[in-house]
Nanobody, 124 residues
Framework: QVRLVESGGGLVQAGGSLRLSCAASGRTFSDYAMGWFRQAPGKERDFVAAINWSGRSTTYADSVKGRFTISRDNAKNTVYLQMNSLKPEDTAVYYC?????????????????WGQGTQVTVSS
């Protein structure tokens, strides 16, 4: 069992930045692939970014490439999502997810564990 707790969300103006954190507990963090997803009201949960166990392999949704950066610190059991040049369409609840694997995954049903989410609101 892995427990995930997101933090760092909030209200920011368009063009601004936020850094989300996801702290993991319960198992060996470096055994897990990690991902970030987001869900806007009335919409499905969409993939944002993912990172493999070592941090050397990452992948991004086209909508965030060049603006968002996923990273992890295995010594701190934490994965991060640095979000720059934020747009109103980035407004959503952001979730982190984990799966025990050496690979990288981009769909929600491939992940085993989820956090409760953190709200990000970007005003125009």
């Amino acid at each position: 069992q892995v427990r995930l707790v997101e933090s760092g969300g909030g209200l920011v103006q368009a063009g601004g930045s936020l850094r989300l954190s996801c702290a993991a507990s319960g198992r060996t963090f470096s055994d897990y692939a990690m991902g970030w997803f987001r869900q806007a009201p009335g919409k499905e949960r969409d993939f944002v970014a993912a990172i493999n166990w070592s941090g050397r392999s990452t992948t991004y949704a086209d909508s965030v490439k060049g603006r968002f950066t996923i990273s992890r610190d295995n010594a701190k059991n934490t994965v991060y999502l640095q979000m720059n040049s934020l747009k109103p369409e980035d407004t959503a609840v952001y979730y982190c997810a984990a799966r025990p694997s050496i690979l990288v995954f981009t769909t929600p049903n491939e992940y085993s564990y989820w956090g409760q989410g953190t709200q990000v609101t970007v005003s125009s």
